[in-house]
């Protein structure tokens, strides 16, 4: 069912699941949740399940769309789990009417749990007299669920290698890109496709889907990011302490819930990628320069969502306006600062390494991006190896590694090459769908696997790994050597091969090239040898008892894994 949120005589606690909405479009439409609700003083305790947001609405003041409540208005719950530890420090913010409107009382503070138990809102501070200490004392009682919750970097494995969730498990991730999706628009306007359905598709094949909370190149007509100073909508960034209620709230919400549901990364990039009036909102000119009020913003809107993850800035270094490395360190503390949980948090700049310049302690950063458009199997894995260290040993994506079409010149099989490749460097990759300059799925969406053709593929490998490689425990082997034929254990593979191991318990060699009669000396044991070809999407067992010396052939494939696994 569908609720008006108003201003309410009495104060109104919101309960709001992050639930994959029904039928909702971003054109027109509300999403539809399951809603509880208490109202006044009589705060029953609610049971809420473990790493699913919960949202509180505060009755606050009434704004309008030519105020700045980002900016002017302070909202800062603490929420304590009843052991004493953790305690949480969560922003809250605006939402207008709370359904999209720009006028209105409603301000929102999302938590979520992490343990089971009882968690208790203990403090509620604001500038404004109307929100101070409203819903203090307010109980929330954890309960179990399914879900895997935040995206944390795995210290115990490899040394910041991979990243783990706050269930302990390890899911692989491959991404897709579609900065401008959010507007529904190509080059010739409506494309027929929707946000919600951009999701559903690519979770059926990818991890991770990285967007600019802006239209940035592809702007809707009448729907905008931000409010100007006369309250009109308007796409520049440098309006950024002015969100609008109705793109946020119609639009990147809708994205972050779908993919929350199917439990997919929302990875938002904050400035850019593209055009001036994107890359502003950190200018923020209407602002004296400051985006604090929109990195507040975005902390409290999205910074408790288990599936998001915060970029910055696309390519910060490169179009205009243009930012120091000294603004994106300023940048990137001042948001982990006001984020509450763990998020991953980068930026993402042009091809090179990463700078060392951003480093600092404690770190504002969680994982090196890397921009480096690679077709090779080595080139993409020596990438991804060598900037494990410079980023200070994180994890390590390249979320531009592979775009597919004639707009980069890259085919099917050059994406899948160098996706595998990212596995073998001891980290991650992203694609998109580039079939001309600044067209194509990987600006405005409206994915299809049928014109992504490598998507289904990177699907599949990433099942693959998902399923039967313990990655979290290796690491790129050392090669001291990497022109002649010898990796760790292997002998007679080709110079291209590059090895992830976890050594005397699993190996798993990568090679883009065929070769006859190569060798691997395995440890003392039984060990399970499997053949996996990601071009054919095709796996055999080779083994299930090999030992000592194992010989094998590796076929004519761009794309081929060997995993060699002890099984006693």
């Known amino acids: 069912m569908k609720r008006q949120v108003t201003s309410h005589p009495t104060p109104l606690v919101l309960i709001l699941p992050m639930i994959l909405a029904l039928g909702g479009t971003a054109q027109g439409q509300l999403s539809v949740f399951s809603w509880q609700f208490a109202v006044g ?6 049971n809420w399940p473990l790493y699913e947001v919960h949202e509180v609405v505060f009755a606050g003041p009434v704004f309008g769309p030519t105020d700045a409540p980002a900016r002017d208005v302070e909202l800062v719950t603490q929420w304590r789990h009843e052991s004493g530890r953790p305690v949480y420090t969560i922003q809250g913010f605006w939402d207008g009417d709370g359904q999209g409107g720009a006028s209105g009382n409603v301000f929102k503070v999302r938590f979520c749990p992490t343990q089971l138990g009882k968690w208790t809102l203990v403090e509620v501070t604001s500038n404004r007299p109307e929100l101070h200490g ?8 954890c309960t179990p669920s399914d879900r895997a919750g935040f995206w944390l970097v795995d210290r115990e494995g490899t040394g910041g290698r991979w990243y783990q969730r706050s269930n302990g498990s390890h899911p692989y991730i491959y991404g897709n890109t579609m900065y401008s999706f959010l507007s529904e628009y190509d080059n010739k306007g409506p494309h027929g496709g929707n946000i919600a359905d951009d999701i559903r598709g ?16 592809y702007p809707h007509p009448q729907v905008k990011p931000f409010l100007d100073n006369a309250g009109r909508p308007t796409d520049s ?11 946020f709230h119609g639009r990147v919400d809708l994205a972050v819930r779908t993919a929350c549901e199917l439990d997919v990364i929302a990875d938002l990039i904050l400035c850019g990628p593209d055009t001036v009036d994107s890359r502003s909102t950190f200018q923020a000119a209407h602002n004296g320069g400051d985006p604090t009020p929109l990195l507040r913003y975005i902390a409290a809107r999205y910074g408790s969502c288990p599936n998001v993850w915060i970029c910055l800035c696309n390519e910060f270094d490169i ?3 243009q930012y120091t490395t000294e603004q994106v360190v300023r940048f990137g503390q001042t948001m982990r600062g006001f984020l509450p949980y763990p998020t991953p948090v980068s930026i993402h700049a042009k091809p090179r390494n990463w700078y060392t310049e951003l480093n600092t302690t404690p770190p504002w950063h969680d994982h090196v991006i890397i921009q480096e458009k690679i077709k090779k199997l080595p080139t993409a894995a020596d990438w991804v190896s060598r900037n494990h260290p410079l980023g200070g040993h994180v994890p390590v994506i390249d979320d531009e590694l592979a775009y597919e079409g004639a707009g980069d010149g890259w085919s099917e ?4 090459e160098s996706h595998l490749g990212a596995f073998l460097g001891g980290g991650y990759g992203t694609t998109g769908h580039k079939p001309g300059n600044k067209q194509g799925h990987y600006f405005w969406g409206n994915f299809k696997a049928s014109e992504h053709l490598a998507a289904d593929n990177l699907g599949w490998l990433r099942r693959i790994i998902d399923e039967n490689i ?6 790129p082997a050392n090669d001291p050597d990497p022109s002649d034929s010898m990796i760790s254990l292997f002998s007679s593979v080709h110079p291209d091969s590059r090895v992830l191991e976890w050594p005397g318990q699993e190996y798993v060699l990568g090679t883009n090239r065929s070769s006859r009669l190569c060798r691997v000396d395995l440890p003392a044991g039984r060990w399970q040898v499997t053949r996996h070809d990601a071009i054919r999407m095709q796996s055999e067992v080779l083994s299930t008892n090999a030992s000592g010396g194992f010989t094998f052939e590796v076929p004519g494939s761009r794309a081929v894994l060997f995993h060699f696994k002890k099984v006693n």
Not at 134 to 141: E, F, N, P
Not at 238 to 245: G, L, Y
Not at 470 to 475: D, L, Q
């Open 202 to 217: 690519n979770a059926q094949y990818f991890k991770k889907v990285r967007f600019s909370i802006t239209g940035d190149r």
């Open 319 to 321: 179009k205009k306006p």
């Open 237 to 247: 960034g440098d309006f950024s302490p002015r969100p609008n209620p109705a793109w």
């Open 41 to 46: 003083c009589q705060l029953a305790t609610v």
């Open 134 to 141: 409203q819903h203090k004392g307010y109980t929330v009682t």
């Open 413 to 416: 099989e050059d994406v899948i």
């Open 470 to 475: 313990t990655f979290w425990r290796m690491a």
